[in-house]
């Protein structure tokens, strides 16, 4: 009886043991025909066995590096891709250099500078008033998604113009969204409980409805 221990490791164990056979028998393979028409078919079986990968950008290019990479680079045949090596796949990705602009506001996130910035810019004095009051509701709901107690309008407006460097004004805070109504898109009642229903009460209405059917 032969264990798995005796066997030879797996490069690649999603595929399975009877690939990794196929791989090894088409290596043996003496004329390079026979060995092009062994690495086609086992493409195949490698995509009927993993068929996520077909949701994969350039998928057959992945199979083909999979089988390149389960011979251990030994597999003589002609690929329609680059045959990678072992130095390019032990290669380590770049260190991504992360922004290092300090955004003033957490809860308002850096995009919403660039957009006060934008509206700087507009010159319909109308879309620029219009564009004003509503970044301005916009930011009372993220400061209020992150605070949901209350905010004053004011803040709110001078926090609007700290952003625009000053450039912008809410010549009217008072007229932004209610709290109440912006918390309630929340899902959170005037005393800061968020609504919820009890299975109980669930099922209690749907017996009501059920019986306003029948």
Do not use: C
Request: no cysteine; charged share 30%; proline share 5%.
């Amino acid at each position: 009886m032969e264990y798995n221990t005796q066997r030879p490791e797996m490069i690649l164990p999603e595929y399975g043991r009877n690939v990794q056979n196929m791989i090894a028998f088409a290596m043996k393979l003496e004329s390079k025909e026979e060995r092009n028409s062994a690495a086609k078919a086992i493409i195949e079986v490698m995509g009927q066995l993993n068929p996520h990968l077909r949701d994969v950008d350039d998928f057959k290019h992945k199979l083909w590096t999979h089988l390149f990479v389960m011979s251990d680079f030994k597999l003589d045949a002609d690929s329609p891709y680059e045959m990678p090596t072992r130095e390019t796949l032990a290669e380590k990705p770049e260190i991504m250099k992360y922004p290092k602009s300090k955004i003033r506001f957490g809860h308002y996130g850096k995009y919403t500078e660039k957009i006060l910035n934008t509206i700087v810019e507009e010159e319909d004095e109308k879309a620029k008033a219009y564009l004003k009051q509503t970044m301005g509701n916009f930011m009372k709901k993220q400061f209020l998604a992150y605070n949901n107690d209350a905010v004053e309008n004011n803040l709110i407006a001078q926090q609007f113009s700290d952003l625009s460097g000053g450039k912008l004004t809410l010549e009217n805070p008072e007229s932004l969204m209610p709290t109440n109504q912006i918390l309630k898109t929340f899902g959170i009642t005037p005393n800061n409980k968020r609504q919820k229903t009890s299975p109980g009460a669930q099922a209690n209405q749907a017996k009501k409805k059920f019986k306003k059917k029948f």
